[in-house]
């Protein structure tokens, strides 16, 4: 997509939120666009690469797959089959955004209409990612600088701000995803350490 997408000299005149916004609307219909066929054989790549990418941890965070973001849902069992802990998104008490640990794919269920599917179980708020070793978020865009342009609801940002300091931080992305020039950032924006491809973990600034 680095290809498809304006360099992002063509924002100098944009505030930045509605420059991601440009952007939000290009990759979202690139992802429209996507053969199954081409997203199967993605999925399968990216269980090997993200094994390998977690694989000297014990306690993993991820993120179940919706529409046609990069699908993880036999990557989220290909990590738990691997013996290790794995932690997902879900709704916690009055709504709140919270955490699950994943038992298995036929535990995920979907709450309601556009959330991803979540497991049952407690709910745990975010404190228990000061044990994760590991994190695995989602993502629209990820330059080269390690900034990451999400889905604009800003929770991840918020999220990433409590885990502990060091630890590796991968956006999944497809391959057209990953971009050489600068996005749009503001001060609550929090970079990834590495960009996370199918078949490539490419270290960030």
């Known amino acids: 997509m680095s290809n498809d997408l304006p360099n992002f000299l063509d924002f100098t005149d944009l505030e930045a939120e509605d420059a991601k916004q440009v952007l939000r609307a290009k990759v979202r219909k690139a ?4 053969s199954e066929t081409e997203k199967t054989m993605y999925a399968e790549q990216w269980v090997e690469t993200v094994l390998e990418y977690v694989k000297d941890y014990k306690q993993v965070a991820a993120f179940v797959s919706v529409a046609n973001e990069p699908p993880t849902h036999e990557l989220c069992k290909a990590i738990a089959d691997s013996g290790k802990t794995l932690l997902l998104p879900k709704l916690g008490p009055g709504l709140t955004r919270a955490w699950g640990y994943f038992q298995g794919l036929d535990d995920l269920h979907q709450l309601a209409p556009g959330r991803p599917p979540e497991p049952s179980g407690p709910a745990f708020d975010n404190d228990v990612l000061q044990n994760v070793e590991a994190m695995i978020v989602p993502a629209l865009l990820v330059s080269k600088y390690g900034e990451r342009l999400g889905q604009g609801g800003g929770w991840y940002d918020r999220v990433l701000k409590q ?43």
């Open 31 to 34: 992802r429209n666009e996507r």
């Open 163 to 205: 885990v502990r300091a060091g630890t590796p931080i991968g956006a999944l992305i497809f391959p057209e995803e990953f971009v050489d020039f600068h996005l749009p950032q503001d001060e609550y924006d929090v970079p990834v350490c590495d960009a996370i491809l199918p078949q490539e973990i490419i270290p960030l600034r």
